[in-house]
């Protein structure tokens, strides 16, 4: 207890408690709150039923109405709790309400059919979580193909990004050579070009290239990132010399010291840069909303977009499909959280 | 070995394990590979090695970004709503005209295209908000955390979480929470309150665009603060703390002026970003009510992509001057950043 309370009440050093203090932890408490709670909330109405999720005020869990079997119905029938005229309190199940009356029934006793005013039952709910939400998008709409989409653009676009970024910058590196620094101000230029810039030319060179319309159009035109290029060979410059003039001496091809020495030193920079790459592809959005116009082909992202811009907003399905949509990214970043925080600080990029 | 390092050297592992996951088909692909590039090299000789492997990556840059680059200007000059260059007849400065014509600049319903204008407006409202506070919030966040707080790589990826997010669930996470029957409607009843029509009234659309994006990005530029703040030589605290300079005081000497180089750098990204904004804006309001959401990218967006007619030309034209905007701030980027380095070095 003695330890926790040295925890909670920890502070910069041994005076007494500054108004800056308490303004500190109110602020993380605050920062806490407003982080995490819209996701948790998010979370929590995924796993309401539809009913549940249009009630106001909403329920803190989700909450589904208990319903039992009764003899001689072929559907449960939903349990409600009932205020009986002589002040007792019943759990009578409901047959069917008509206006202000409903038809209920005691479940032990299923005969004896008794006509209540509905202000005087409240229905009986446990928590429960609605995964039909979850299965049914994914039966029913594209999601599965939205997901593989997804996936398969979030890969190939990775690996490419990896493979010819990592080619540039070991050229860049490496050689000395004619034009080398032409080159570096070429990718430190088109560094600064963002894609909202030239979204028509794009599309253009994208359609001339049969691409429209494919995942192919999505994963290509951004394959070449200079934020790679530049931080792969920033990490490359302090491989030592030394190691490839000994691997060249040992008559080791220019393509196996890239592949064999250069690549492996460099690990940690092309974890940083895949984790970089994935997090771009999985998060795109308005490059894929102008090249994928067929549903078949949207991605996640644009698949939920269009499912929550219709006019009869089925949110059950949509929450629920949220929550697929940042689950991968969470999950990454639980685990690799201090690779991804001193990336940026270190690159200042993202 | 305690619990904690346990943990890490656990979690390190699981790390490495997902990177060879990639690594292990990736070798031997490079494996299958090297045979042909030994004959290559034997053909261009090492000095001719840089070139072969800058090549995939050059050729993709050219083929999206630079030819791109030039053929803007190509599609800006033109007119007609033909994609292919060579069926767009020539028209000059046409769509740039078309774009700048105004009676009267201050009055958007003067303007031949009142969308375009009423997007640069409704832009330059949200970067001057979105901009402000976010610097504002970011540098609190990266001061609180700099103090000496337990669990601070907890509390700094609290705040740093919102940033992974896509654009789609940050705008859906939020919508559901500002819906008419949502979270913060029962909130507000809660307290005595009627129920607010968020997406309803510009001002309301316009106040949790900008507080929805500062939610999303605050992560990422307090770390960048927080990395300056790091590098702040703590003896100088001490030095002051024995003059018992009085801690504004400090703040205003010291973190302020030492942290400058790193708040131009945020600033200035900020205002790039914020120029440019669209993805969550677009998922949270569409641009609406009316025009009152609508960005500059939107516009782009909307007149070269989506809209009945579409109209590349202006789109170009629009993207063009968007460009230009941009370019300057590039410029500011690059001097922030050397200023950083320098101070670095």
Not at chain 2, 117 to 136: D, E
Not at chain 2, 284 to 293: E, H
Request: with cysteine; glycine share 6%.
């Amino acid at each position: 207890m003695n330890a926790v309370r040295t925890f909670i009440t920890a502070r910069r050093d041994a005076r007494a408690w500054h108004w800056t203090d308490v303004f500190t932890y109110a602020y993380l408490a605050l920062g806490i709150f407003l982080m995490f709670g819209p996701v948790v909330w998010l979370a929590l109405s995924s796993f309401k039923t539809q009913a549940g999720l249009v009630e106001f005020p909403p329920t803190f869990l989700p909450l589904a109405q208990v319903e039992v079997p009764v003899e001689g119905y072929d559907e449960p029938l939903p349990l409600f709790r009932v205020t009986m005229e002589d002040g007792s309190v019943r759990e009578l199940a409901q047959i069917r309400r008509i206006g202000i009356v409903a038809q209920m029934i005691d479940p032990a006793d299923p005969e004896n059919v008794m006509r209540l005013p509905i202000a005087d039952r409240e229905p009986i709910r446990e928590f429960s979580l609605a995964w039909k939400n979850y299965i049914d998008p994914l039966q029913k709409f594209n999601f599965v193909r939205y997901l593989y989409n997804s996936v398969f653009v979030t890969a190939a676009a990775t690996l490419i990004t990896l493979l010819i970024n990592s080619m540039a910058a070991y050229g860049l590196a490496i050689y000395e050579f004619k034009g080398r620094n032409f080159v570096l101000a070429f990718v430190i230029g088109t560094l600064m070009i963002p894609i909202t810039v030239i979204l028509v030319p794009v599309y253009l060179v994208v359609t001339e290239l049969g691409m429209v319309n494919s995942l192919w159009g999505v994963i290509i035109p951004g394959a070449a990132t200079p934020t790679g290029v530049f931080l792969l060979r920033q990490y490359m410059l302090t491989i030592p010399r030394d190691l490839i003039e000994a691997a060249r001496m040992d008559k080791a091809s220019e393509w196996s010291i890239y592949w064999r020495i250069v690549m492996p030193l460099s690990l940690p920079a092309l974890a940083v840069l895949a984790i970089f790459s994935i997090m771009w592809r999985w998060n795109d959005f308005l490059w894929p909303l102008i090249v994928l116009t067929r549903s078949e082909n949207y991605t996640l992202q644009i698949g939920l977009n269009s499912f929550q811009g219709e006019l009869n907003v089925q949110w059950h399905y949509v929450l629920a499909m949220t929550v697929v949509t940042l689950l991968p990214v969470t999950v990454v970043f639980a685990f690799l959280q201090r690779f991804i925080t001193t990336g940026i600080a270190s690159t200042g990029m993202k | 070995m305690t619990a904690a390092t346990t943990e890490a050297t656990l979690r390190d592992r699981i790390g490495s394990g997902a990177l060879a996951l990639v690594a292990v088909p990736l070798r031997a692909l490079f494996s299958a590979i090297d045979y042909p590039m030994r004959l290559v090299q034997r053909v261009v000789g090492v000095v001719g090695m840089p070139y072969l492997f800058l090549i995939p990556n050059l050729a993709f840059f050219g083929t999206f970004v630079v030819i791109p680059l030039f053929i803007n200007f190509g599609f800006s000059v033109t007119g007609g709503t033909q994609l292919y260059l060579e069926d767009r007849p020539y028209v000059g400065a046409e769509q740039y005209g078309y774009l700048l014509d105004c009676e009267n600049v201050t009055d958007v319903s003067t303007c031949r295209e009142d969308r375009f204008w009423r997007s640069i407006y409704n832009t330059i409202t949200f970067v001057f908000f979105q901009v402000g506070f976010l610097v504002i919030f970011s540098l609190v966040t990266a001061l609180v955390l700099n103090r000496k707080i337990r669990a601070r790589g907890f509390f700094r990826s609290v705040f740093f979480f919102p940033v992974l997010l896509s654009p789609v669930v940050v705008a859906l996470i939020w919508k559901w929470i500002l819906l008419r029957d949502g979270l913060l409607n029962a909130f507000i009843t809660w307290l005595g309150g009627e129920k607010i029509l968020f997406f309803i009234s510009p001002t309301w659309a316009m106040f949790w665009a900008i507080f929805v994006s500062i939610w999303a990005h605050m992560g990422f530029y307090t770390l960048i603060l927080l990395a300056g703040l790091q590098a702040i030589p703590p003896d100088l605290y001490e030095a002051a703390e024995m003059d018992g300079t009085k801690p504004s005081r400090v703040f205003w000497r010291i973190t302020l002026p030492l942290l400058w180089p790193n708040m131009l750098v945020v600033i200035v990204l900020a205002l790039i970003k914020g120029v440019q904004i669209f993805d969550e804006v677009f998922v949270l309001t569409g641009g609406g009510p009316g025009t009152s959401t609508l960005f500059i990218v939107q516009y782009i967006y909307e007149t070269g992509f989506a809209s009945q007619i579409q109209n590349f030309g202006l789109a170009a034209a629009a993207s063009v001057l968007l460009g230009a905007v941009l370019l300057v701030l590039t410029l500011a980027q690059l001097y922030a950043a050397q200023r950083r380095e320098a101070k670095a070095a």
